[in-house]
């Protein structure tokens, strides 16, 4: 779900570790510490490896001990700001399968440009290129939830403005959701600019909140652990 599954996305990233989401139940929890013993993986920082935090919203920190997964990091979460929860996620995945028979299990491409709408500074070019990566491969024979994709999610000013005045009928009816469409429909680069930021800078806030009282939490649990 993170930087990863950004590279199998055509949307490269240089990534440390591997960032997995996964069903937050009892049966779940079993055969997910065994996959962690497996790979001799020891918590880092806080929380610790509970379930609990796990369906708080909390991240947890791995990092892993086995010689072929040597000091490769591993943060494992259940829930995130702004997407659906786990069942929804593994009804819409992309399945990949490597020459060798090996499957890769990744979050949609949908799932995953919500999941990276956060507060941290590298997501969101990220964002633009995964979402303009999909739109520069696919655009010339679109299906109707691409290009309503597209509209909702593109954030390259002179890609935008090329949706919305090749597929006008959509755009016009999600301006309830995305007004700054009505730029790119009037192709008005500089204000179709200044409203993408505006859109980015209120995501990023929301998620600001979200994190407050579980960033808040770490902390104490950070203390308790240094007492």
């Not at 199998?8 to 009892?26: M, N, P």
């Not at 013993?37 to 086995?66: K, M, S, W, Y």
Request: proline share 5%; glycine share 4%; net charge neutral.
């Amino acid at each position: 779900m993170g930087g990863q599954a950004c590279v199998f996305y055509g949307a490269a990233e240089f990534s440390r570790d591997t960032d997995l989401a996964v069903l937050a139940d009892d049966d779940n929890w079993r055969r997910l510490l065994a996959a962690l013993q497996a790979l001799n993986a020891e918590v880092i920082a806080v929380p610790a490896c509970r379930l609990d935090f796990l369906q708080r919203g909390h991240a947890i920190h791995f990092r892993c001990q086995h010689p072929e997964a040597d000091q490769m990091r591993v943060d494992i979460m259940a829930k995130m700001r702004g997407v659906d929860g786990f069942p929804k996620l593994w009804e819409r995945r992309t399945t990949l399968q490597d020459a060798d028979g090996t499957l890769y299990e990744l979050l949609s491409l949908a799932d995953l440009v919500a999941a990276k709408k956060t507060q941290r500074n590298k997501d969101w070019p990220m964002i633009q290129r995964l979402v303009e990566s999909d739109y520069l491969r696919q655009r010339e024979k679109p299906t109707g939830s691409q290009i309503e994709f597209w509209l909702r999610e593109l954030r390259t000013p002179v890609l935008l403005i090329e949706a919305a005045q090749q597929h006008p009928a959509p755009g016009r009816a999600l301006l309830g959701t995305r007004p700054l469409l009505k730029f790119a429909a009037a192709s008005d680069p500089q204000a179709l600019e200044n409203a993408l930021a505006e859109e980015e800078k209120v995501e990023r806030e929301k998620d600001r909140s979200y994190w407050q009282p579980l960033k808040a939490e770490l902390e104490s649990l950070r203390h308790s652990k240094i007492q």
